[in-house]
């Protein structure tokens, strides 16, 4: 085992841009996963993605021939849901589809007074006055509680904005800091490995963003491998403090460092 993973008993995967992009598997991704696990390097997949729940995210991964549970799949909104749990929260005005209540059990949606704003992904149905309705929420005193914070993301036809900056736009105007639900938490990190229960300096996060997979990682005390495929930017890594411990062309080339 090269030194990027040395002593590496375990893998947290990202999903879109280092698995798929396009509705498509990279090619060579699910063989090299499948070498890791034949050498005992479990993974579990950790994911930003907050337009679907893990359930639907198993099924379109089927469809692209790659068979996952839905319980391998780690996802911002199961871990908003422990976070919510915790603070005794139990109605929200979640932005996202509805679907994504299925992630999130004994949770309910409040359009009238509820105790948190939950910020996912609502695509085209981003509008000012479902903003400002949130952002009103918030004046009244409801928690804000962001399910990512990522700047971009990569579609079919070019780069898209992502979560992050509805979540600052809403920070600004309220007055009110995000709580943080998925990557890069530590808090989210670390209960993917309570899952395989593996210490962080055990792990190894592969993913497509600098910042959020690779630094977040490493912050959480793992080691960061970076992938040249999804929203990788080559001018970003001259932009950012976060060196990987390794970097691949895509996930294909993991096995050269088993």
């Known amino acids: ?111 009238e007074a509820p105790q948190a704003v939950v910020l996912g992904d609502l695509g085209d149905a981003f509008t000012y006055a479902r903003l400002n309705r949130a952002f009103r929420h918030l004046l009244a005193g409801a928690e804000l509680v962001t399910l990512a914070r990522n700047r971009y993301w990569r579609a079919a036809d070019g780069f898209m904005l992502d979560v992050g900056g509805f979540a600052a736009a809403l920070e600004y105007s309220s007055g009110r800091e995000a709580v943080l639900a998925g990557k890069p938490a530590p808090t989210f990190f670390r209960a993917a490995l309570d899952a395989l229960g593996i210490h962080p300096h055990e792990a190894a996060i592969i993913g497509d963003d600098l910042e959020s997979d690779v630094g977040g990682g490493q912050a959480a005390g793992m080691r960061g491998i970076l992938v040249r495929t999804g929203k990788h930017r080559a001018e970003d890594a001259g932009r950012s403090s976060v060196r990987p411990d390794a970097v691949l062309g895509s996930l294909a080339e993991l096995p050269a460092l088993l």
Request: a neutral charge.
């Open 1 to 111: 085992m090269s030194a990027a993973l040395s002593g590496v008993r375990a893998l947290l995967v990202d999903l879109e841009g280092t698995v798929y992009q396009d509705r498509r598997l990279i090619p060579g991704a699910a063989e090299a996963l499948a070498e890791a696990e034949a050498r005992g390097i479990p993974h579990r997949f950790v994911t930003n993605t907050t337009s679907r729940p893990r359930a639907v995210i198993a099924r379109e991964l089927a469809e692209m021939g790659l068979s996952v549970a839905p319980e391998r799949i780690f996802n911002a909104p199961r871990a908003a849901h422990a976070l919510l749990a915790a603070r005794g929260i139990s109605r929200v005005d979640l932005l996202g589809t509805p679907r994504l209540l299925e992630d999130l059990p004994g949770i309910a949606q409040d359009d």
